[in-house]
């Protein structure tokens, strides 16, 4: 089995990874313990996303403001179809799309 240079932890063992990098196994201990996320710092980061994209939306033109909605409703579509599609395997993609139709139907 190859050891992937690329991301170290997919195949082969930490000290291996240590020895191709010639990194002393004391510096990369601090990176095996999990790192505790608290409920605020997710709600700052939350947050901070949400003004960066209000911020790159004001910076759109109109007609860039309108395509990007457009892609966002295809892209939540693909989404949706994707989980209909797990929820009901035995569904062809056409009566996928009905059953989509009908939950935006039924939403506005």
Not at 38 to 45: D, N, S
Not at 61 to 77: I, K, P, S, T, V
Request: charged share 30%; proline share 4%; hydrophobic share 35%.
């Amino acid at each position: 089995m190859a050891t992937s240079t690329i991301r170290p932890w997919v195949s082969g063992d930490i000290q291996s990874f240590q020895r191709k990098k010639r990194l002393p196994v004391s510096s990369l201990r601090r990176y095996d313990l999990p790192m505790e996320t608290t409920a605020e710092q997710i709600r700052q980061e939350a947050a901070e996303c949400h003004a960066r994209k209000i911020r790159q939306a004001d910076s759109m033109a109109n007609r860039e403001l309108f395509f990007a909605g457009a892609e966002l409703f295809d892209y939540a579509c693909r989404i949706s179809l994707a989980g209909l599609r797990n929820d009901y395997p035995e569904l062809s993609e056409k009566e996928l799309h009905v059953k989509l139709q009908g939950y935006l139907t039924f939403a506005s």
